[in-house]
T-cell receptor
Framework: DVKVTQSSRYLVKRTGEKVFLECVQD?????MFWYRQDPGLGLRLIYF???????EKGDIPEGYSVSREKKERFSLILESASTNQTSMYLC??????????FGEGSRLTVL | AQRVTQPEKLLSVFKGAPVELKCNYS??????LFWYVQYSRQRLQLLLR??SRESIKGFTADLNKGETSFHLKKPFAQEEDSAMYYC???????????FGTGTRLQVFP
């Protein structure tokens, strides 16, 4: 079974803090994704990576950056958290057939 | 631009009733469509994909290119089908999946 692990299930941060969300997959997949999930808005793609050190912006990259130094790890970074970044963040890893495997999610609250 | 539309935010039915969750897409090329499901307190997971043309947990979905639709159907809903359902589109030349806004299915006893 593919395993995608997000290190933090729940985080509470203050406005202006730097936030790191970590995601690790154990299947040597090349493609990894970060989405945010909001009620009524569905899943929106923030960034994705198709190889180590390779990344592409998704639909809503503003306020976010990513890091992929190792194949198995894809990190989402909020340089200066804002209240409108309060959300559920989902990491996913992709098999060659296109299917995404998701982590359990990281619920971030920015006060 | 590619887009996935799920017109219903909430669909409520009684156990044993037929269910149809609507999904329409906008894409000029050859699409690949998926349905994902998220049960309460569980991770988002694949339910089915149009290429496999299989039935999962009694659910089926047929790709209708003429109507650009990929509706999810089940003839007799069960209480355990209550969940959030997302339709997703993968375009021919990218690996990205574009998701709809989701439909919450509530099945009452």
């Amino acid at each position: 079974d593919v395993k995608v692990t997000q290190s933090s299930r729940y985080l509470v941060k203050r406005t202006g803090e730097k936030v790191f969300l970590e995601c690790v997959q154990d299947m040597d997949h090349e493609n990894m994704f970060w989405y945010r999930q909001d009620p009524g808005l569905g899943l929106r793609l923030i960034y994705f990576s198709y190889d180590v050190k390779m990344k592409e912006k998704g639909d809503i990259p503003e306020g976010y950056s990513v890091s992929r130094e190792k194949k198995e790890r894809f990190s989402l970074i909020l340089e200066s958290a804002s209240t409108n970044q309060t959300s559920m963040y989902l990491c996913a890893s992709q098999v060659t057939t296109g299917e995404l495997f998701f982590g359990e999610g990281s619920r971030l609250t920015v006060l | 631009a590619q887009r996935v539309t799920q017109p219903e935010k909430l669909l409520s039915v009684f156990k044993g009733a037929p269910v149809e969750l609507k999904c329409n897409y906008s894409y000029s090329g050859s699409p690949e469509l998926f349905w994902y499901v998220q049960y309460s307190r569980q991770r988002l997971q694949l339910l089915l994909r149009h290429i496999s043309r299989e039935s999962i947990k009694g659910f089926t979905a047929d790709l209708n290119k003429g109507e650009t639709s990929f509706h999810l159907k089940k003839p007799f809903a069960q209480e355990e089908d209550s969940a959030m359902y997302y339709c997703a589109l993968r375009t021919y030349n990218t690996d990205k999946l574009i998701f709809g806004t989701g439909t919450r299915l509530q099945v009452f006893p």
